[in-house]
């Protein structure tokens, strides 16, 4: 069953830069929200090339990926100033982190970033210490940098319920779709704000 969530807005992602990162433990999972909101961003006019997108391993290591990737297109977009150019690392959408601060240089700093993850429960309490760290250490960089921080980190008992969350069981929706429109949304606001 699906929980109604807000209904959709229309917002201009044009002016936006948005980084995902998102974890490859449960990857096929993982690559159906990851399709669902880069498809939505794309809807939304987010130009491809402002679409940065980086991984690592499990949804523990996300806040500081996040964190990263913010505090570097930001130090790097002062230091080149704005109107940089988009470089030749865009064209991988899935760099390693190693290539970081350049990815993050190319496009700029980011508008918002969302963090993609899928946990699954199993025998012992590993689950409850990784949701409960990962999502507080998500609203932290979030607050502490000013940067909307997109959670979209499934946090489930089953394989089926994250299937049933990532548009893979037929009929299902793909819960990535929300957090590609919520990121424009926020992004914009974002830019209102400052
Ligand atoms: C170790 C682990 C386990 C058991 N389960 C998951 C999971 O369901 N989803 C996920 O994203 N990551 C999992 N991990 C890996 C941790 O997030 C982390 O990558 C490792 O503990 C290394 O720090």
Same mark, same amino acid.
């Given at each position: 069953?699906? @929980?109604?969530?807000?209904?959709?807005q229309?917002?201009?992602?044009? =002016?936006?830069?948005? &980084?995902?990162?998102?974890?490859?433990? @449960?990857?096929?999972?993982?690559?159906?929200?990851?399709?669902?909101?880069?498809?939505?961003?794309?809807?939304?006019?987010?130009? *491809?090339?402002?679409?940065?997108?980086?991984?690592?391993?499990?949804?523990? *290591?996300l806040?500081?990926?996040? #964190?990263?990737?913010?505090?570097?297109?930001?130090?790097q977009?002062?230091?080149?100033?704005? &109107?940089?150019?988009?470089?030749?690392?865009?064209?991988?959408?899935?760099?390693d982190?190693?290539?970081?601060?350049?990815?993050?240089?190319?496009?700029?700093?980011?508008?918002?970033?969302?963090?993609?993850?899928?946990?699954?429960?199993?025998?012992?309490?590993?689950? *409850?210490?990784?949701?409960?760290?990962?999502?507080? =250490?998500?609203?932290?960089?979030?607050?502490?940098?000013?940067?909307?921080?997109?959670? =979209?980190?499934?946090?489930?008992?089953?394989?089926? #319920?994250?299937?049933?969350?990532?548009?893979?069981?037929? =009929?299902?929706? @793909?819960?990535?779709?929300?957090?590609?429109?919520?990121?424009? *949304?926020?992004?914009?606001?974002?830019?209102?704000?400052?």
């Amino acid at each position: 069953m699906h @929980n109604k969530g807000p209904a959709p807005q229309v917002h201009d992602g044009s =002016g936006l830069r948005i &980084g995902i990162v998102h974890a490859r433990w @449960n990857d096929a999972i993982i690559e159906g929200l990851l399709a669902g909101a880069k498809a939505k961003l794309l809807e939304s006019g987010v130009v *491809e090339s402002n679409i940065v997108v980086q991984t690592v391993p499990g949804a523990w *290591e996300l806040p500081i990926a996040v #964190q990263r990737l913010y505090s570097a297109s930001q130090v790097q977009s002062s230091s080149a100033g704005s &109107g940089s150019t988009a470089g030749d690392l865009l064209g991988s959408s899935t760099a390693d982190l190693t290539t970081l601060p350049a990815a993050a240089a190319a496009t700029g700093p980011f508008d918002a970033i969302i963090a993609i993850g899928v946990l699954i429960k199993g025998e012992t309490m590993h689950f *409850e210490y990784i949701s409960d760290s990962v999502s507080q =250490g998500l609203m932290r960089v979030s607050l502490d940098n000013g940067i909307p921080v997109i959670f =979209g980190v499934l946090t489930v008992l089953t394989d089926d #319920q994250a299937k049933a969350r990532a548009g893979i069981l037929a =009929g299902s929706h @793909n819960h990535g779709e929300d957090w590609g429109l919520a990121a424009v *949304e926020m992004g914009v606001k974002r830019k209102s704000w400052a």
